[in-house]
């Protein structure tokens, strides 16, 4: 399908400067993450934070303005709206079936819903099993709380696919006494789209060792040329009583300052213990505007607008992949089967030029490709690119790279 037959529009450069977006209004500031600002003739494009370039659906902004227009934001409760939306799309997205409201509970952020958990079934000072590279936000949160994170190096095979090692999983769990994992899926930042055969093998794992699993299903929508996501839930009955499972809508519809996530947890135990911890705080509350954002989002126009977005960033990233190939020798990626991240290995490129990454993505930040130090993901040598722009813009990067970097 051709871009101008796209009902959404997915090629329009939206001007977010001034319009409270981290990730063009932030660059050369005091955030230790922040890109520099580009050298004077360059404008920046912003490929480092996790958020997309493109207008949500229209159901989103028609939801709010509705509810604005309303003159008074008192104390509320979730609607029966707000749960069905939520079941409604798990079913038609995941094929999640028997899903009730008793399941789901919100959470300010995916990652206080992850310290939620961690912190009803550890305490600071255990230690977590993690798989690397690792989303910075875990590491961050999970250290912050005063836990100690147990790496589990994913592998990468020939062809470049990464795979879990479910011997390292289960030596690591039994030698650190580690009785709590979080697990993503898809994974970020690898961009992996776990098998039914190996998420069953790794919950085999977590089982074998009586292991609580957090799963992070935030990109679970973010799916590239015909990849399905798998809730880790669904692939044993152990399973679906053993995961504290946290999904959103901020990835999938440009909602992250909106705040707003949720749980899905089936197991009664699990659920007492995960509530009451994030009820402790009095803060994990729910904010109006962000469930009726939800309820415009989860809509039947939202599935069609979600169908076009992986059409887009799949072209996106089929490009991208391909463009890399062919012009930057030394530079390896794997093509993600979910998220709009590329994972830019940069060894054999860094090392036949004597370069650093460091003086890479300072060379890139120069010209204004505003990419991510991977470092930070636990990639010694690595660089995250963040596709979900415009292809004009993706494409402008790709050509400012080749001109003046590589």
Known sequence: MKMEHYKYDFTSVIERSGKDALAVDSLGGPLASAPALPKEGFDAIPMWVADMNFPTV??????IIRRVEHPAFGYFLPTEEYYESIIRWQETRNGVKGLTPDCIGYENGVLGGVISA?????????????????YIGFTASIENNGYQ????????????TWRMDYEDMDA?????HIHVAVFCSPHNPCGRVWEREELERAMEVYQKNDCVVISDEIWSDILLNGHRHIPVQSVSEDARNRTVALYAPSKTFNLAGLIGSYHIIYNAYLRDRVRAKGSKSHYNNMNVL???ALIGAYQSEGQKWVDELCQVLSQNIN?????IAKHFPGIEVSKPEGTYMLFLDCS???????KSVGELLKAGWDVGVAWQD???FHGSCAIRMNLALPLSRVKEALERLKRYVF
């Open 58 to 63: 229209p159901t989103v902004q028609e939801a």
């Open 118 to 134: 961690l912190t009803a079934f550890a305490s600071p000072g255990d230690k977590v099993l993690l798989h690397s590279p690792t």
């Open 149 to 160: 994170i147990i790496h589990s190096p994913l592998k990468k095979e020939e062809d470049g």
């Open 172 to 176: 690591k769990l039994k030698a650190e």
């Open 290 to 292: 962000s469930m009726h």
């Open 319 to 323: 490009f991208a992949c391909d463009y």
């Open 348 to 354: 054999k490129w860094c090392k036949a030029h004597k």
């Open 374 to 376: 991977g470092r930070i």
